[in-house]
C-alpha cells in the first residue's frame, strides 16, 4: 500500500491545476480517495464529517446488499429450471441467475457513474459516491426480464432529473434507485408488471416459441397473485407456499426483494456498523404490521384478508424498509421524525396494497410520497423543539 501511495503521489501533480492532466481531476480524486481515506472532511452536502467518509459509508451498505444479491442470483436460475421443468444443480442455477443479473449492475453502475463523471468534469467537482449504492439497489428492486436499454434509459433519467438537479449526493429529494423503478413503472408499464417479466427466460431457446411459460404454470408474484382474487398463494408451478416458504424467498418477483433472511443479514450489518437508523427501520415495521391488522379487521377484499404477517414477508416490503426507507439523504433527520416517518412509510405502503388493487405493491410510492414530507417532519420537530426551549428559558 505504501508503493501505491508513493505512486499516486508522484502522478498527482500532473492531475492538479496546471498539469497535462488536468481536465481529469476529479477523475484521479474519485480514484485516489476510493483507495484511501482523505485526511479532510466535507464542508457541506454530506451527512457525514469524520475519518469514516461517505465512500466508507456506502461501501458499507454495498456489502449489506451482497446477501440479497447472492441470494438473488440463484433465486433466478432456480425459478428458471422449475418453470422449464429442468434439473440442475445448486451452481448451475447459480450460474444462470449470475449471467442474467451481472449485465444489469453493469450498465447500472456504467450509465449512473458515467453520467456522475461528466458532471464532476464539467462543474470541476469532486466526484460523488452516492451512486455506488444506488448502482447496485437498481438492479435488485426490477423484474429480471428488464430489458437493458430501458434500465439504462430509466437510470440516466433518475440519476439527472432526480440527483444531479438538486446539486448531487446529499441535495437530492427523493431516493433515486426509486425514482428509477417509478421511471420504469410508469413509462413501461408491461415490462414492469403481469407474469412473464418475473421468470428469466433461456436466451437459447428457439424463436418459435417465444420463450413463453410452460402452460398451466404461472409467473405471477404472490401479492400479484392475491390482487387479482387467488385466495391460495403459490409458487411458479402452482404449489402452495407456507410461511417459511416466503421467508426463504424462493418465489417470483424482483431480484433482490424475495429474501427475507438475506435481507435480514443486510440488516444486521447496516445497524451493526451505525449506518442505518433502527428507529426508521423499527417504525416502518410497525406501522405495516398495525395497519394490515386494521384491514384484516375490516376484510372488504382479499387482499385485506392477507395476515399481517404475509404483507409483510411479501413484495418490497422488508427490502424497502432495510434500504430504502432508511436511506439518510431523504429520510428525516431528527430522532423523533424518525418514528413518524417510518410509521407513515408502513401505513401508506399497506393502503396502498388494500386500496388500489391495481398496483399490489405500494412500497416505491409509500417511501417516495414520505420522502416529500421528511424536511416537513424534521421542520414540525426543530420547531416544537425551539418552541420548548424558548418557553423554558422565559419562566
Known amino acids: ?43 457541506r452536502g454530506s451527512h457525514i464529517h469524520d475519518c469514516i467518509d461517505s465512500k466508507r459509508a456506502m461501501s458499507m451498505v454495498v456489502i449489506a446488499l451482497i446477501p440479497a444479491l447472492l441470494f438473488g442470483m440463484y433465486n433466478v436460475g432456480y425459478q428458471h429450471y422449475l418453470v422449464h421443468g429442468e434439473e440442475a444443480s445448486f451452481w448451475a442455477m447459480f450460474l444462470f441467475g449470475f449471467l442474467a443479473v451481472l449485465p444489469k449492475i453493469v450498465v447500472a453502475y456504467a450509465v ?28 435488485l428492486i426490477v423484474p429480471v426480464e428488464c430489458p437493458l436499454w430501458i434500465l439504462a434509459v430509466a437510470t440516466a433519467f433518475a440519476v439527472i432529473f432526480a440527483k ?46 417465444e420463450n413463453a411459460l410452460l402452460d398451466g404454470l404461472t409467473g405471477a408474484t404472490p401479492l400479484g397473485q392475491v390482487s387479482t382474487g387467488i385466495t391460495e398463494i403459490t409458487n411458479a ?15 417470483p418477483g424482483s431480484i433482490g426483494e424475495t429474501s427475507v433472511i438475506a435481507i435480514a443479514i443486510g ?30 379487521s375490516i376484510g372488504a377484499n382479499d387482499v385485506m384478508n392477507l395476515p399481517w404477517y404475509e404483507h409483510i414477508l411479501l413484495g418490497g416490503f422488508c427490502f424497502g424498509a432495510v434500504f430504502m426507507a432508511t436511506d439518510p439523504v431523504t ?46 417532519i424534521d421542520h414540525c420537530f426543530v420547531q416544537s423543539n425551539i418552541k420548548r426551549r424558548l418557553k423554558r428559558a422565559n419562566k
Open 267 to 296: 440488516a444486521i450489518i447496516l445497524l451493526w456498523t451505525g449506518i442505518a437508523s433502527w428507529k426508521t427501520m423499527l417504525s416502518v415495521f410497525a406501522g405495516g404490521i398495525l395497519t394490515a391488522m386494521m384491514f384484516n
Open 331 to 376: 429520510s428525516p433527520r431528527t430522532e423523533c421524525g424518525k418514528y413518524i416517518y417510518g410509521f407513515l412509510i408502513g401505513f401508506v405502503a399497506i393502503v396502498i396494497r388494500c386500496l388500489n388493487p391495481g398496483y399490489p405493491e405500494g412500497m416505491m410510492l409509500a417511501i417516495l410520497l414520505m420522502n416529500l414530507f421528511a424536511p416537513l
Open 1 to 43: 500500500m505504501k508503493a501505491l501511495r508513493n505512486f499516486l503521489d508522484k502522478v498527482k501533480p500532473s492531475f492538479e491545476e496546471g498539469g497535462k492532466f488536468h481536465a481529469f481531476r476529479s477523475v484521479f480524486d474519485g480514484f485516489e480517495t476510493f483507495l484511501f481515506v482523505p485526511n479532510t472532511t466535507a464542508k
Open 112 to 139: 449512473g457513474l458515467g453520467i456522475e463523471f461528466v458532471v464532476a468534469q464539467w462543474r470541476n467537482e469532486e466526484i460523488q459516491e452516492g451512486f455506488l449504492v444506488s448502482g447496485m439497489l437498481i438492479p
Open 164 to 209: 444531479e438537479v438538486f446539486g448531487g449526493t446529499g441535495y437530492n429529494i427523493f431516493n433515486v434507485a426509486l425514482i428509477t423503478r417509478a421511471f420504469l413503472f410508469f413509462a413501461y408499464p408491461v415490462k414492469m408488471s403481469g407474469d412473464a417479466v418475473w421468470v428469466a427466460k433461456d436466451p437459447l431457446c428457439c424463436v418459435g416459441s
Open 237 to 251: 408451478v402452482g404449489a402452495s407456499m407456507s410461511p417459511m416458504d416466503m421467508v426463504i424467498g424462493l418465489y
